[in-house]
Each structure stands twice: as structure tokens, then as C-alpha cells.
């Protein structure tokens, strides 16, 4: 009895194969198969916008220790400078895992909430107060923009780990406009 099974399951194999061949498809293997389209065009600009965001923001971040008048300030922007790093590993993973080129689409760009070259060269050469004011300001609408960019991200996207790292991000960056907030 299996051994006629086994006879059925081989014809009933080889009558799937001959019938795929003849209609034109040819089984794949796992691995010649093009991988789900599991990034959508949210994601990828999602991610792509992230990217130039948080690095413009890094480097009006990594001017506090040295430029802030307020401790308090500057020790808020040694903790945001960190969960920017750990937040730009995230975006460039996802970036390769989605298969897009890193083309750079928004370089030079100047968006609503992304820190400005002209805002960084300016706090390059004030400190205390004025510095305080100009940082506070800055970081301020960068993170309410990557907020509202997160949440679009969770309502738009259709990549698990892009949605996942978008809510992360956005709890975080509540957490830190409310302390921000607080030091203003």
C-alpha cells in the first residue's frame, strides 16, 4: 500500500511539473524567488526622510556639551544624541533591508522640522542663552515633525519592522518633548 502511495504521490509530482512546463512557469526555489514586497513607498520614504532628519539633528546635538549654557540642557542632549544613533542603526538597517539604494533623495533639502546647515552654523557661534534658545527651538520642531512623520508611518506602511521601529521612535520622542519642554 506504500509503495502504490508513493508510485501516486511521484506521478501526481511529475503531472504538476509537466503542467507548469507546458503553461511556461518553472518551479523557483526558495531562494531564486523575488522576496514579498513587504516595503511599501510610505516605508521607504519614511525611512529615507528619517535618515537626513536625524543626522541633521546629531549635528546641532553634538554642539550642547560644549555651547549650552543650562547643565540640565546639555545633559538632555547627551541622552537625544544617543537614542539619535541608535535610531539611525535602525533606519539604515531597515533602508537595506527594504532593498532601496541609499540615493540620498532629500539631501541639501530643507523640510519643515529638519535642522538647518545655516541653523548649525549659526549655533557653532553663539553659546549660553542664545545658543539654549536657538537648540531648544530646533530640536523642538524636529521632534514634533518626526512625530507626526512616525505616525504616518504606523497609519501608511505596510513593513512590520518599519511600522515597529516608527512607534518605538514615537514614544520616545513624546517622552523627550515634554522633557525638552520642561528645561525651556
Known amino acids: 500500500m506504500q509503495l502504490r502511495r508513493?508510485?501516486?504521490t511521484r506521478r501526481t509530482a511529475?503531472?504538476?511539473?509537466?503542467?507548469l512546463a507546458v503553461a511556461g512557469c518553472t518551479p523557483q526555489s526558495a531562494a531564486?524567488?523575488?522576496?514579498?514586497?513587504?516595503?511599501?513607498?510610505?516605508?521607504?520614504a519614511w525611512i529615507q526622510l528619517m535618515i537626513p532628519m536625524d543626522e541633521r539633528a546629531s549635528l546641532l546635538v553634538d554642539l550642547a556639551p560644549a555651547r549650552a549654557g543650562r547643565p540640565?540642557?546639555?545633559g538632555w542632549a547627551e541622552e537625544a544624541g544617543r537614542r539619535l544613533k541608535d535610531e539611525l542603526v535602525g533606519l539604515r538597517e531597515l533602508l537595506e533591508a527594504s532593498g532601496?539604494?541609499?540615493?540620498?533623495?532629500?539631501?541639501?533639502?530643507?523640510?519643515?522640522g529638519m535642522v538647518t546647515l545655516d541653523t548649525v552654523r549659526?549655533?557653532?557661534t553663539v553659546t549660553g542663552e542664545s545658543f539654549d534658545r536657538l537648540f531648544t527651538e530646533s530640536l523642538r520642531a524636529h521632534l514634533v515633525q518626526v512625530r507626526t512623520l512616525?505616525?504616518?508611518?504606523?497609519?501608511?506602511?505596510?513593513?512590520?519592522?518599519a511600522k515597529?521601529?516608527?512607534?518605538?521612535t514615537e514614544r520616545s520622542v513624546a517622552q523627550q518633548i515634554t522633557r525638552l519642554d520642561a528645561l525651556r
Open 32 to 44: 531564486d524567488r523575488p522576496a514579498p514586497a513587504a516595503f511599501n513607498d510610505t516605508d521607504t
Open 150 to 161: 512616525c505616525a504616518s508611518e504606523r497609519t501608511s506602511g505596510s513593513a512590520e519592522r
Open 6 to 8: 508513493n508510485v501516486l
Open 100 to 112: 532601496v539604494p541609499d540615493t540620498r533623495p532629500h539631501e541639501g533639502h530643507n523640510m519643515p
Open 164 to 168: 515597529d521601529l516608527a512607534a518605538v
Open 72 to 74: 540640565a540642557l546639555a
Open 122 to 124: 549659526r549655533a557653532r
Open 14 to 19: 511529475a503531472a504538476l511539473l509537466l503542467g
